[in-house]
C-alpha cells in the first residue's frame, strides 16, 4: 500500500542554503534504494525566514519506510539534516477524493 507523507524541514540560522540542497538530494537518494513511488516528490519553499520546505512524496509500502530507518546512506542524510534544521514528517491523516 502506497504511503503518502508531507515532510516539514525549517533551516537553523545561517543554513538555508544547505538544508535546500539536502531536501533535494532527500527524495532521490530514497527512489534511488527503490523505497518511493515513481511520481517525483513535490518541494515547496514558504517565503519565511528561516527557509522553510514541504516535500510531499510516496513512500513505496510500509515495509519501504521501516527499511528506509535502517539504510545507513539514508540514515546519515536524516542526521545531516537534522544538523541543518528541524525536519517533521506530518502524521496526520488522508483524506480519498476518488
Known sequence: ???????????????????????????????????TTDRPAIVLQVDSAPAVFLELFEWKSEEAVRTAHDHPAIRDLWEAMEVMGTVEPWDGTYLELT
Open 1 to 35: 500500500m502506497v504511503i503518502p507523507v508531507v515532510v516539514r524541514s525549517t533551516s537553523r540560522p545561517g543554513h538555508d542554503e544547505e538544508l535546500k540542497d539536502m531536501v533535494r538530494r532527500h527524495w532521490t537518494t530514497l527512489h534511488r534504494e527503490h523505497l
